[in-house]
């Protein structure tokens, strides 16, 4: 499950830090926004998603917010952890119109310094 | 805690040949999917599935693709005569309905 495009934007943090990670979604129609994890050599991990009829959502160290003014979508991880060094995807859906098939971004590569 | 797993990790092929990438659900699950990830791009859908027939596909889910649940566990992709440009990470995902979770991706080399 490697993304290692030469050309992924990285955010460089300090441990102990908050992250914040930024996605600008392309679909004004999209209802359904998902953050995933990938580490190198592993498939996409889900954590975290949102509807569109909210503009917060709170998890374990991580908090999603919604702008559908503007269309941007961030992932606010609390703390940072070496475990938390990944690229990050944001991915959108339509769901109301009973698709299910997810919109990726390009990505961003976190990396946490010790 | 329940996972997609996928066989094979890597398989590498030569071009024309058929290959099947295979995969187990989480077996609860009602939806299935298969995306794959060319090296240095995003992750891209290819089709989904539901009740035994496909759901939704991309562009890029030509007729050198296709797909199958041949039993209750497991959910194949199969591609008829590979070409270079195939050479990807294959995932196959799966949702109850909405959650999507991950298998860990069949690396496919098609020389």
């Known amino acids: 499950g490697e993304s290692v495009g030469l050309h992924l934007p990285t955010l460089s943090v300090q441990e102990g830090d908050n992250s914040i990670i930024n996605c600008a979604y392309s679909?004004?129609?999209?209802?359904?926004f998902i953050w995933y994890k990938q580490e190198s050599g592993k498939g996409p991990q889900f954590i975290i998603d949102?509807?569109?009829?909210?503009d917060k959502r709170q998890g374990q160290r991580v908090t999603v917010l919604l702008n559908k003014t503007v269309k941007h979508l961030s992932l606010q991880i609390a703390a940072t952890q070496p475990g938390d060094s990944a690229v990050y995807f944001c991915?959108?859906?339509?769901?109301?119109?009973?698709?299910?098939?997810?919109?990726f971004g390009s990505g961003t590569r976190l990396q946490v310094q010790p | 805690e329940p996972e997609v797993t996928q066989t094979p990790s890597h398989q590498v092929t030569q071009m024309g040949q058929e290959v099947i990438l295979r995969c187990v659900p989480i077996?609860?699950?009602?939806?299935f999917y298969w995306y794959r990830q060319i090296l240095g791009q995003k992750v891209e859908f290819l089709v989904s599935?539901?009740?035994?027939?496909?759901?939704?596909k991309s562009e890029i889910f030509d007729d050198q693709f296709s797909v199958e649940r041949p039993d209750g566990s497991n959910f194949t992709l199969k591609i008829r005569s590979t070409k270079l440009e195939d050479s990807a990470m294959y995932f196959c995902?799966?949702?109850?309905?909405?959650?999507?979770?991950f298998g860990p991706g069949t690396r496919l080399t098609v020389l």
């Open positions: 991915a959108e859906n339509i769901m109301d119109t009973g698709r299910r098939a997810l919109t």
């Open positions: 599935f539901y009740n035994n027939e496909i759901s939704e």
């Open positions: 679909n004004s129609a999209s209802d359904y």
């Open positions: 995902a799966s949702s109850e309905p909405n959650e999507q979770f």
């Open positions: 949102i509807r569109s009829n909210m």
């Open positions: 077996s609860n699950h009602l939806y």
